[in-house]
C-alpha cells in the first residue's frame, strides 16, 4: 500500500470551532479532524481526505469574478463547528496553491497528491477553488492505481456544462480537457450533468454534450423523483464514481457566493438527496466542491451548504 507523503504547498492548520467538552457525546468537526500522516491514515476506520484547492485562476481565465482562492479556509470554518456524527476518520492534508496564472502546474501538483491519498486507501475530499478544480480531480483520479480495471463516472451537479472548447484551459473547460485526455487513451468518458440552466449554455455547448454523449438533466426537470431515477440510472453504469459539486448549482438565494448566481437553481433538498444516493452506492472514489467565493457569501451561507454537503457525502 502506498504510504508516501502527498506535496502539498500550504500543511494544515488546527480547526476551530465551539466547545462544550472533550468527551465524544460533545465531539465537532474541529475536534475530530486530525492533521494527515500516512501511519494515521493507515490505521483509521473508513479514512476521508481533505485537500484545499486554492485557486480562481480558471475563473478568472472565464471572465467570472475572482475569489474563490480563498473558499477553502471558508469551508473549514463552516465544517468545523459542525457536530461530528460521522462513522469514519477525517484527516486535513493541506493546501496546494495556485500562485498568479500557474494553473496547470498547480493542478498536476494536486492531481499528484490525490493521486497517492487515493492509492492508500482514502476517500479523497477537495475543497476548491473555481470548477477548474475538476481538472485536478480528474488527474488525481485517473492516475490512481485505485481506478484500475474500473469504469469510471464523473456526475457534476452544475448549472453549466463546462465543456467550453478556449485556446487556454480556465473553470469553463475541465469537462472536455477529461474527454480528450479519455479519448487519448481510447476510452470515453461518461459524463453526467444535474442542473443544467438551458438559457446559461449555448447551443454550441449543447452540441458538444450531445457530441460526447453526455447525459444530462435540467434545472427544470429536477423534481426529486427525475433526479433520484437519473443518478440511479447513471451508479448502474459505473464502478467508481467522481462526484464534483459547483455550489452555483444552487439558486443564489441559497448559494449567494459563487461566482455565478443561479436565477433558477436546483433546490438544496434534491442536491442533499443526490448527495446521500452517491454516498450509499458504495462507488463514491472521490468529491470535490467548486465555486465557492466568501467574498460575496451572505452570512456564510453558501460556505455552510457547502459544509453540510461535504457532512452528509461522509456520513
Same mark, same amino acid.
Given at each position: 500500500?502506498?504510504?508516501?507523503? $502527498?506535496?502539498?504547498? *500550504? ?21 475530530? /479532524?486530525?492533521?494527515?500522516? $500516512? ?7 473508513? @479514512?476521508?481526505?481533505? #485537500?484545499?484547492? +486554492?485557486?480562481?485562476?480558471?475563473? %478568472? ?20 463547528? %459542525? ?14 496553491? /495556485?500562485?498568479?496564472?500557474?494553473? &496547470? ?11 497517492? #491519498? ?6 479523497? *475530499? /477537495? %475543497? ?10 480528474? =488527474?488525481?483520479?485517473?492516475?490512481? &492505481? ?29 469537462? %472536455? ?7 487519448? *487513451? ?23 454534450? !450531445? ?8 434545472? &427544470?426537470? +429536477?423534481?426529486? &423523483? ?6 440511479? !440510472? ?12 459547483? =455550489? ?5 438565494? *441559497? ?13 438544496? @433538498?434534491?442536491?442533499?438527496?443526490? +448527495? ?7 462507488? #463514491? =472514489? ?7 467565493? @466568501? ?21
Amino acid at each position: 500500500m502506498e504510504t508516501s507523503v $502527498p506535496t502539498v504547498d *500550504v500543511s494544515p492548520t488546527p480547526w476551530t470551532g465551539r466547545f462544550d467538552g472533550d468527551g465524544a457525546e460533545h465531539r465537532r468537526w474541529w475536534q475530530a /479532524v486530525a492533521p494527515h500522516t $500516512p501511519e494515521a491514515s493507515a490505521a483509521a476506520v473508513r @479514512p476521508a481526505v481533505v #485537500l484545499g484547492f +486554492c485557486s480562481d485562476a480558471g475563473v %478568472l481565465r472565464n471572465k467570472g469574478r475572482t475569489g474563490a482562492a480563498a473558499a477553502p479556509a471558508a469551508i473549514r470554518s463552516a465544517l468545523g463547528p %459542525l457536530a461530528f456524527h460521522l462513522g469514519r476518520d477525517v484527516f486535513d492534508a493541506g493546501d496546494v496553491v /495556485v500562485e498568479d496564472d500557474s494553473l &496547470e502546474a498547480g493542478q498536476k501538483r494536486a492531481g499528484r497528491a490525490i493521486s497517492v #491519498l487515493l492509492d492508500a486507501g482514502n476517500l479523497t *475530499v /477537495v %475543497l476548491g477553488g473555481g470548477h477548474e478544480t475538476a481538472f485536478a480531480s480528474y =488527474l488525481g483520479v485517473a492516475g490512481s &492505481e485505485v481506478l484500475q480495471g474500473k469504469r469510471l463516472g464523473v456526475l457534476n451537479l452544475d448549472a453549466h456544462f463546462d465543456l467550453r472548447d478556449d485556446p487556454t484551459p480556465s473553470s469553463g473547460t475541465p469537462f %472536455l480537457q477529461m474527454a480528450r485526455a479519455e479519448a487519448a *487513451v481510447g476510452r470515453e468518458l461518461q459524463y453526467a450533468v444535474v442542473g443544467i440552466s438551458e438559457p446559461n449554455n449555448t447551443r454550441t455547448l449543447f452540441d458538444t454534450a !450531445d457530441r460526447l454523449g453526455v447525459k444530462y438533466l435540467l434545472d &427544470e426537470q +429536477c423534481s426529486a &423523483e427525475a433526479a433520484e431515477i437519473f443518478v440511479a !440510472d447513471f451508479l448502474a453504469a459505473v464502478d467508481a464514481l467522481y462526484l464534483t459539486i459547483d =455550489l452555483d448549482v444552487m439558486p443564489a438565494s *441559497v448559494a449567494p457566493g459563487v461566482s455565478a448566481p443561479a436565477a433558477y437553481g436546483v433546490p438544496l @433538498p434534491v442536491i442533499s438527496a443526490i +448527495c446521500r444516493q452517491v454516498a450509499a452506492s458504495g462507488k #463514491l =472514489l472521490h468529491l470535490d466542491v467548486a465555486e465557492l467565493n @466568501p467574498e460575496f457569501d451572505i452570512d456564510s451561507r453558501t460556505a455552510k451548504v457547502a459544509a453540510r454537503l461535504v457532512n452528509t457525502l461522509l456520513a
